[in-house]
């Protein structure tokens, strides 16, 4: 039998020794040290909650280990959903509700390609996928939208930051944020970074 390569990360060493111990102690788990050229097929986190230095890791480890992930949150809020869509992050687990069991089949069903989600962020989730139906159905008056990512960049520059801080509030890379910027002016025919902001909070995007 074919083992599930996993990965555990946790930030505190409660739940780290805890996770590892189980799983480790499973026939059809083997749990890897975490080296930077580990190749897992799951990856099982436990944080607090999402904030912006675990969003970070998230987006690195989707980006350099590509493994599906489990998570295990304090908090869960629905603004979360498109965060985890985008970190490869397939199954949420509230702290308060885990056990054993439920994080052993969390991570079977990441490895065989499925996942688990809170029923609040799969219906948050449906309501994105609506809203962008809406707006492919109406191109012509979506020239003018802007993505949440646009928005987060648009309000931090109002706020006052350059690039290099914006791109480690929304831990993005200088460059991914100069692309932005620049998608921005050019769909929108701004000037500049003064205009650009001026633009948004006349039209009450920011």
């Known amino acids: 039998m074919e083992r599930i390569r996993v990965v555990v990360q946790a930030a505190d060493h409660l739940s780290m020794t805890g996770l590892i111990t189980y799983l480790g102690s499973r026939p059809d788990v083997e749990v890897l040290d975490g080296g930077v050229h580990v190749k897992p097929d799951v990856v099982v986190m436990a944080v607090d909650r999402l904030g912006a230095e675990v969003v970070g890791r998230l987006r690195r480890a989707a980006a350099h280990v590509g493994a599906p992930v489990v998570l295990i949150l304090d908090e869960v809020g629905e603004s979360d959903v498109l965060t985890a869509v985008e ?39 449906l309501r994105h996928v ?7 159905l109406e191109p012509d008056g979506g020239r003018d939208r802007l993505s949440a990512r646009e928005t987060d960049v648009l309000r931090l520059m109002a706020d006052g930051l350059d690039t290099a801080e914006i791109a480690g509030r929304l831990s993005y890379s200088e460059r991914t944020i100069k692309n932005v910027f620049y998608g921005i002016t050019t769909r929108l025919n701004l000037r500049n970074r003064p205009h650009a902001v001026a633009y948004a909070l006349r039209k009450g995007m920011i």
């Not at 969390?106 to 962020?121: D, F, I, K, Q």
């Not at 609506?130 to 492919?136: A, H, I, N």
């Open 87 to 125: 970190c490869r992050i397939v199954a949420i687990l509230p702290r308060a509700a885990v056990t054993d069991q439920l994080v052993l089949r969390s991570v079977l069903t990441a490895a065989a390609g499925g996942g688990a989600m809170p029923p609040n962020m799969v219906a948050e989730l």
């Open 130 to 136: 609506q809203r962008l139906q809406r707006q492919v």
